[in-house]
């Protein structure tokens, strides 16, 4: 599964998270990989793409940053997906009423 992660940064703390970032890492699990990060120009937020098939791994990945970093996350799929599954029920649904 995707999930967008939106990162809001506890004090606006970006030295932190960065000096933590530089020393250990993303620590991410093994399973969950990150596709994309971008910043908010003025430090508040992080956003990023990160995918896994456990949502427990992403939950234990937020908590070796929970200290500095408050979480949203939001399951997300591919446009092309989302289009596929609605094009779907409208095609039926025509489908139903031309019987």
């Not at 530089?22 to 508040?44: A, K, M, Q």
């Amino acid at each position: 599964m995707l999930f967008m992660v939106i990162e809001r940064y506890k004090s606006r703390d970006a030295r932190a998270i960065y000096r933590r970032f530089r020393d250990e890492g993303r620590l991410t699990p093994e399973g969950l990989s990150v596709h994309g990060s971008w910043i908010e120009g003025n430090f508040d937020r992080c956003f990023m793409i990160m995918e896994c098939n456990d949502f427990a791994l992403l939950q234990e990945w937020t908590l070796h940053w929970s200290d500095l970093v408050d979480f949203e996350i939001v399951p997300v799929s591919p446009s092309k997906d989302a289009a596929a599954a609605v094009y779907g029920v409208i095609d039926r649904e025509a489908a139903s009423r031309k019987t």
